[in-house]
């Protein structure tokens, strides 16, 4: 059984639309998060959340621990509960007791442990006496489990009311571990566009890491960890430099694989014409700055800075794995290539840094795909129409006199 979708709308349309407001009050909604650290799934949590009409739905976030994205999600008014608790059997007691005081309609889990404790704890509540939320969890991450992962969650599963997968290839991945007896859609990742329509590129990377002002640049956005497929894209870059030996190589975000990349570059002989930023604040602005954008990934959901970059019309060049592939056509709005083969991603990024007029059109077309089909309004409208219908759901039930 394949996942629900419908593009439905243009993203203009659904901009300009307003959703009416339930009968019965706003819905009561809790957002859960695995992690309070940056990555995919945060992003999305934040932009959902912080784009959820406040006169519809009365929103919450608990994260299974601190972090950066907790911080974030405060600064812009989110109310947000902590459970920094190891053990996931303390962990589902204190959520249950958290819910129970915030009586949610909707119970929305966020990434692996979220599904599993955010599950259960709803499940508790109705042991507790309390009504039982909605559970609907979405499944960002393409990583493959451990036996005991899976088996948790096909138990789990048929206990969730919705599943949502933002990507078919996802979905793939769900049917082969097992997980039915949930009805699942499908709702793309959306990007930010007002926060992309007027983004001017960051005018200080040159100074910053002292490039040369008329020399191109390559970049990454993404985590420092082995399935990003960093490596590759250094055992590449002698490639691109033999073509192209002006070009430097940003490489943006931190993780685990920090030190051993920089080693790498430095064996290579590259590392003068590599920087490492660490974390940045203005992603935005510097992803708008790059001549090329890359993601050289061996798994990928969805890809959330490939979109960001086709929305700053950056031409993209990324792996052909997980769900990018149903949002780049090769040739056509992005080029694809083999995850872990240097040659073709040289290749690739050298036709773009040679072929400007060629790189122009892939930027174009990528950016036209991105504001009509990829936009957070269709992605938030299409998570509101979930709450709504699960809303209905219970009021309906508890409004039957028994």
Known sequence: MGAEHSLGEPCADI??????PLEGGRVRVVEVMATGTNGGAQEHVYSLVTRLDPANYDVRVVSLSHGSSVRRLEKAGIEVSVIDEPDDHAAVRALADLLASMEPEVIHNHMYRAEVVGTRAAL?????????????????????????????????TPLIDRLIVVSKAIELKIQEEGRTGAPVSLIYNGVDLQRYNHQQPCCTLHDEYLIPEASPIVGVVARLEAEKGHRVLLEAWPLVLAAHPEAWLLIVGEGSERNS????????????????????EDVPAVTAALDVAVLPSYREAQGLSVLEAMALSRPVVASNVGGIPEMIEDGVSGLLVPPGNREALAGAINRLLSDHPFADMLAKRGHDLVHDRFCIEMMTSQIEALYDEAAIKLRTAAAVPR
């Open 15 to 20: 901009a300009a639309r307003q959703r009416p």
């Open 124 to 156: 508790l509540l109705g042991e507790m006496g309390c009504k039982r939320p909605a559970i609907i969890s979405t499944v960002h991450s393409s990583r493959i489990r451990c036996v005991d992962d899976r088996v948790a969650l096909r138990h789990l």
């Open 261 to 280: 990349l920089e080693a790498q570059a430095g064996s290579l002989g590259i590392s003068d014409h590599i920087v490492f930023t660490g974390r940045r």
